[in-house]
């Protein structure tokens, strides 16, 4: 389902406060009690983004730019209108005192003309653009938690991360800028509606063979995967920017979520990508799993990474989209590429060589394989991996790995976390592979992937099923589960 999305006309306060980068206005009879961002968006020269940012009595005097490059210096006003240039160095501004608000030009074009496309500083075609808010937002260097942000955006349709007012005003912390996420300007708009949740969605640039509502209705069927996961969509709206890539022909070739609050995910899809082609696509489905986990911090890639990759094949199953059979095909052949990248090394050192190989994902993703045999043995079937994810989203959208095993333990009702880790990450990677797979009944022929009787077969058609997800199609409740596997 797919509906073009209204802008409200945004205040004329802002109109008269953007229309011009040079002159300065009278100082407010009364300071604003929010950093006021004024994002205009112009076409001539050449596509630029202008930024002002309108200071508060009391803001830090250090602003950032998370992602250094795009602006070389901003131009600070004091109250008289005296103009000073101030320069970007390691990405730190460094104001003087007594300025009123600064500005500064963040030119799109020669991102889009010099270095072909870039996901993160600019890229689409014609007039619409995609990059992130840590590229061309300037932030306060420290951001106190009450610091409150104001941010309009004018001379172009914008899809951020955050939902405006129906002023289009957005309401903000500073601390919403240390990470802003995905922005789109421009482009197209189609809006993906479930039970409890909305995806507003950008398609940037053109498709051969796709309109805006199949994309959108692909975006949905995946969405709905996530159901057979977790019991409700994890956020009530999520953006997703959608961008087409000339000269391919792949569905999703590359995705990316942005833990921005709440995340923010973007897709690049072949321009010549077929409504048929997404019938195979795992990248969304992925990106839209990371959302069904809190937000680690600090970072542990791998268990992020292997939860999102692990689920990505099950929820496959669990939704009808793929069978049994190929799902573990998929998970055999992704073990064996790990393995490959892993050589003799055990898993704490591929994960502590590079954050974004094939060891990391798919250790992990053993790991969490492991990890939800694990629960659901000790427990009778009767609790599993996805527990621990609504376990953990009941108490926030982000946690830390410690929290993440507290969670596996109390959900197992034993403690388990930490003696599995330790099979896994202190021995060399994928040396648990073997026994697992045999226990579960998942054979390797010559007719490829069997899935036979074993040990813990009646597990693996349970995690198979799901859990119980009155919504998701496919699955199975509890209480079924455990009088089908007693
Ligand atoms: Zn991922």
Redesign the pocket.
């Known amino acids: 389902m797919s509906h073009a999305r209204i802008r409200s006309m945004l205040p004329l306060l802002c109109l008269v406060t953007l229309s011009c980068l040079g002159g300065v206005r009278p100082r407010a009879a009364k300071d604003p009690a929010a950093l006021r961002y004024n994002l205009t968006y112009v076409r001539e020269p050449t596509p630029a983004l202008d930024v002002e940012v309108v200071l508060v009595r009391g803001t830090p005097r250090t602003f950032r730019f998370t992602r250094p490059g795009g602006v070389d210096s901003v131009s600070a006003f004091r109250e008289d209108g005296e103009r000073l240039d101030v320069p970007v160095r390691d990405g730190l501004v460094q104001l003087p005192r007594d300025i009123r608000f600064l500005r500064y030009r963040y030119a799109l074009e020669p991102r889009r003309r010099g270095h072909g496309s870039d996901l993160f500083a600019g890229s689409a075609e014609d007039d619409a653009w995609h990059l992130t808010g840590r590229t061309y937002l300037i932030r306060p260097n420290l951001a106190p938690p009450d610091l409150r942000v104001e941010l309009v955006v004018e001379g172009i349709d914008a899809l951020l991360p955050w939902q405006p007012d129906d002023k289009g005003l957005y309401h903000l912390r500073a601390e919403d800028l240390v990470d802003s996420g995905f922005h789109a300007f421009g482009g197209r708009r189609c809006q993906v509606v479930l039970q409890d949740a909305v995806l507003d969605v950008a398609v940037l640039g053109h498709f051969t063979h796709l309109d805006d509502a199949r994309v959108c209705h692909w975006l949905k069927r995946t969405a709905d995967e996530v159901l057979t996961v977790r019991r409700a969509f994890p956020y009530p709206r999520v953006t997703v920017r959608v961008i087409s890539v000339p000269g391919r022909d792949g569905p999703g070739l590359f995705g990316m979520v942005l833990w921005s609050s709440p995340p923010s995910i973007s897709l690049l899809v072949g321009q010549d990508a077929t409504e048929a082609s997404f019938e195979r696509d795992w990248v969304a489905l ?1 990106e839209m799993l ?1 959302l069904a986990h809190p937000a680690i911090l600090p970072r542990v890639p791998w268990l992020s ?1 292997g939860l ?1 990759t692990y689920l990505t094949e099950m929820a496959q199953v669990r939704s009808g989209r793929q069978s049994a059979q190929r799902a573990w095909g998929e998970l055999v052949d992704g073990f064996a590429r790990g393995r490959d990248a892993s050589q003799a090394r055990t898993m704490k050192e591929v994960v502590a060589d590079s954050d974004f190989s094939p060891g990391t994902y798919w250790t992990g993703a053993l790991f969490a394989l492991h990890l939800d045999v694990e629960i659901r043995r000790v427990t009778g079937n009767r609790r599993h991996l996805e527990d621990v994810l609504e376990w953990l989203a009941a108490r926030g959208s982000t946690s830390t790995f410690g929290a993440f095993g507290v969670a596996v333990d109390e959900v197992a009702g034993q403690p388990l976390f930490d003696a599995l880790l330790a099979r896994h990450l202190e021995r060399p990677a994928f040396v648990e592979q073997e026994g697992l797979l045999q226990a579960l009944g998942v054979t390797t022929g010559a007719d490829g992937i069997q899935l036979v009787p074993a040990r813990d077969s009646a597990l693996r058609e349970a995690l198979e099923s799901g859990g119980c997800n009155p919504r998701a199609g496919s699955c199975v409740s509890d209480a079924s589960a455990i009088h089908r596997h007693p």
């Open positions: 992925h990371h990474e999102a």
